[in-house]
């Protein structure tokens, strides 16, 4: 019950006003780091947006680059030279902040390589096969890069909620129970004055009854 959380003197009455706008600036504060986040957020969509466009196009481009070489030069071909061109590929995981938000993030790696890089035999080296290559190392390369503008949305994403719970617990909790805390200090401090008034004029009646009395008798034969 919130009558056993408050003790109605005048130094819990200024505290519960300096509680209360403390959570007041904290959610003014969080507020702003919210809506600051919500944009940070669409600017991060239309670049997923624009990521995920590009690796589309990509993708594309390597399906042609790949049909045309499968069809000059045959499976057999395009085979033996995926199977030379095999390599494992690392990435280095970071982290960066946005907004002051923790966000992962993927190093840029360039994984197009020139013709004299690529590990197929010369007697396979054609410019279509290196058009294979080039075409699907780009699409890897947009894809590093969808990767990496997703993770950052994510968090995105993930921090707004975590502001907005924090916001609500804020807005709609702590803040309300501190008020109603505030305002029944208030009323007991209120009815204690009208009762300390009450009894000054029962006292002051008193003396003066008392005073009355005493005149009264002096008068008396």
Do not use: C, W
């Not at 279509?128 to 890897?140: H, I, K, M, N, S």
């Amino acid at each position: 019950m919130v009558a056993e959380q408050v003790t109605p003197t005048r130094s819990e009455l200024n505290r519960k006003r300096a509680q209360i706008e403390l959570v007041k600036k904290g959610r003014d504060l969080l507020q702003q780091k919210r809506n600051a986040l919500i944009e940070e957020l669409r600017r991060s969509a239309d670049e997923v947006l624009s990521e995920e466009q590009a690796l589309d196009e990509a993708a594309a481009a390597a399906r042609r680059a790949l049909a045309l070489a499968l069809a000059h030069d045959g499976p057999e071909t395009i085979g033996s030279a995926a199977l030379a061109a095999q390599k494992p590929i690392s990435v280095e995981i970071g982290s960066t902040r946005v907004m002051g938000v923790h966000v992962l993030r993927i190093a840029p790696k360039a994984l197009v390589r020139t013709a004299s890089d690529r590990p197929h035999s010369p007697t396979h080296s054609a410019p279509r096969l290196d058009a294979v290559a080039l075409a699907f190392e780009t699409e890897l390369e947009a894809l590093l890069d969808l990767a990496n503008h997703e993770l950052r949305l994510r968090r995105l994403a993930e921090a707004i909620r975590e502001t907005i719970r924090r916001v609500n617990a804020l807005e709609y909790i702590l803040l309300p129970k501190l008020q109603q805390q505030l305002k029944l200090i208030e009323l007991r401090l209120a009815e204690r004055e009208r009762e300390d008034i009450y009894r000054l004029k029962m006292v002051k009646a008193r003396h003066g009854r008392a005073h009355r009395a005493k005149f009264k008798q002096s008068f008396t034969p």
